[in-house]
C-alpha cells in the first residue's frame, strides 16, 4: 500500500508566511494542467466542440429568465434538474432512477467532496488503485480523509483478490473506482464492480450502534465521467442500481459530469446516482444553496437539447478508435479506450517528447505510467496536426523505452 501526497502540477505554490496554514497543506501546490494558447490543446479531455447556436440561445434565455428573479435564493434540493437528470441516465443508460437518487453539484469535483464530507474525514481512508485520476488524493486531503492505493494490473484491469486484501487491511470508508479510468481509458468489467461491492459489504470502518461497535459497508464510487464515450455493449455501472429491484447495492454510487460528452466543461455540473438514503446523507454536508439559480437554468437548458449534443459522441468515439490503430501502425503501444483521449508510448523520454509536440503547436498531457503520455480526441483539424507533429518528431529523434523514468502523477 501507497500513501500519496496530492500531485505538484501546477507552478504556484502556497507561499510560506506566518499565517496558520493547516498542517499538512506546508508546501503544496494548486491543482492544474498547463492552460496555453497553442492551435491544438488536447491535454484536459475537453469535448473540442462548441455549443451550437440554438444551445446557446436557449442556454441564455433560460439564464435571462432566472436573472429576473436572482435577489431569491435558488432551490436548494433543484428537483427539476434531478429529474432531468434522472431522463438524461434513462435514455443514455437505459436505467431509469428515482430522481431523489440523483444528486448533482459544482462539478464532479464538487460531488466527490460531498461523499468524502459525508462519509470520510480524521481517522478514516479512501481506497483507490494506481495509474488513476490524479484529483482523488486532493480530495482525500481536503476533508482530512487518508489516501491509500494499491496497484492495478499491467494490464490496469483489478485483481479481485489484491482488492479483498486491501480492503481488509485498510477498512476504507470509500473506495474510488475511475471506469473508464483516466489516464488509461480501460473501464471495469461489472462483474469486477459487483466482486468489489460484495467485497467492501462490511469492509468498512467500525461504527458504533448503540452501546457496541460493528463493521459498515464501505461506499464503492465508480466515477463514470468519460461514460458516454464507452464502446456499444459496454454497459453502465448504472445498472448494478436497479439489479435485483434497486435495493441490492445501497452503496453503489456511480458519478457522472455534463462536463465531458456534453460539451459543457464550463457549466461545471457534476452529479451522481445513488440509493435514496445515500443522496440524503449528502443533502446534510451540502452548503446551503450550492447551485446558483443560472447554474440550474443553464443546465436544464442544455438538457433539453440532449439528442443534438450526444450525436457528438459517435464522431469522437469514431475518431478514437482511429487514433489508436494509427498509433499502433507507427510501432507505438496503444491502449483500446472507452474515453475520450489515449494513452500511448512507451518512450525513452517521454518529456522530450511533450516538449517536442508543443513546439509544434500540439499540446497533450505527461501523465500516468512511465514512458506514457495521453492524447485527447479533438477535432479532424487537430487531429490531424497531433498526427503530423508526431511523425515529425518521431522522425526527427527516434525514442525507444528503457524502463527507467519515474511514473509521475495523472
Request: charged letters at 25%; glycine letters at 8%.
Amino acid at each position: 500500500m501507497e500513501h500519496r501526497r496530492a500531485p505538484e502540477t501546477a507552478v504556484d505554490s502556497v507561499p510560506v508566511s506566518s499565517l496558520p496554514i493547516r498542517p499538512g497543506l506546508e508546501g503544496e501546490t494548486p491543482y492544474g494542467a498547463p492552460e496555453l494558447d497553442v492551435p491544438a490543446r488536447l491535454n484536459v479531455n475537453e469535448n473540442p466542440y462548441a455549443p451550437s447556436p440554438a444551445v446557446i440561445a436557449d442556454i441564455a434565455d433560460a439564464v435571462a429568465r432566472a436573472a429576473s428573479s436572482l435577489n431569491r435564493y435558488p432551490d436548494r434540493d433543484f428537483p427539476a434538474l434531478r429529474e432531468a437528470l434522472a431522463d438524461y441516465l434513462a435514455v443514455e443508460s437505459g436505467v431509469r432512477l428515482d430522481p431523489r437518487q440523483i444528486w448533482a453539484a459544482n462539478g464532479s469535483n464538487e460531488v466527490m467532496l460531498h461523499l468524502l464530507e459525508a462519509f470520510g474525514g480524521p481517522g478514516r481512508s479512501c481506497l483507490s488503485f494506481t495509474p488513476t485520476y490524479s484529483m482523488y488524493p486532493e480530495y482525500a486531503r481536503d476533508t482530512l480523509t487518508d489516501y491509500v492505493t494499491g496497484p492495478r494490473r499491467a494490464d490496469f484491469t483489478l485483481d479481485a483478490a489484491a482488492v479483498a486484501a486491501a480492503i481488509e487491511r485498510v477498512r476504507p470508508a470509500v473506495v474510488l473506482l475511475a471506469s473508464p479510468n483516466n489516464p488509461t481509458g480501460t473501464v471495469l468489467p461489472l462483474d469486477d464492480v459487483r466482486a468489489v461491492l460484495e467485497i467492501a459489504r462490511g469492509g468498512g470502518p467500525l461504527i458504533r450502534n448503540g452501546g457496541s461497535a460493528g463493521p459498515s459497508d464501505a461506499v464503492v464510487v465508480v466515477d463514470e465521467a468519460y461514460g458516454e464515450f464507452r464502446r456499444p455493449g459496454v454497459p453502465s455501472a448504472l445498472e448494478l442500481l436497479i439489479e435485483d429491484g434497486g435495493g441490492r447495492y445501497p452503496h453503489l454510487v456511480v458519478s457522472r459530469t455534463m462536463s465531458k460528452a456534453f460539451g459543457m466543461a464550463g457549466l461545471r455540473l457534476g452529479y451522481l446516482a445513488a440509493s435514496r438514503e445515500l443522496v440524503d446523507l449528502l443533502r446534510v454536508v451540502r452548503l446551503p444553496y450550492h447551485l446558483s439559480a443560472t447554474t440550474q437554468a443553464a443546465a436544464l437548458a442544455a438538457l433539453g437539447h440532449r439528442e443534438e449534443l450526444m450525436s457528438q459522441v459517435a464522431s469522437l468515439r469514431s475518431e478514437r478508435d482511429a487514433l489508436v490503430a494509427w498509433l499502433r501502425e507507427r510501432g507505438l503501444t496503444a491502449y483500446d479506450s472507452d474515453s475520450n483521449f489515449v494513452l500511448f508510448g512507451p518512450f525513452q523520454d517521454r518529456g522530450a517528447i511533450f516538449e517536442a509536440l508543443l513546439e509544434r503547436g500540439v499540446l497533450i498531457r505527461v501523465v500516468g505510467p512511465a514512458g506514457y503520455l495521453r492524447v485527447c480526441v479533438g477535432t479532424p483539424d487537430e487531429m490531424d496536426a497531433f498526427r503530423a507533429a508526431l511523425v515529425d518528431v518521431l522522425a526527427s529523434r527516434p525514442d525507444r523505452p528503457d524502463g527507467e523514468e519515474k511514473e509521475e502523477s495523472t
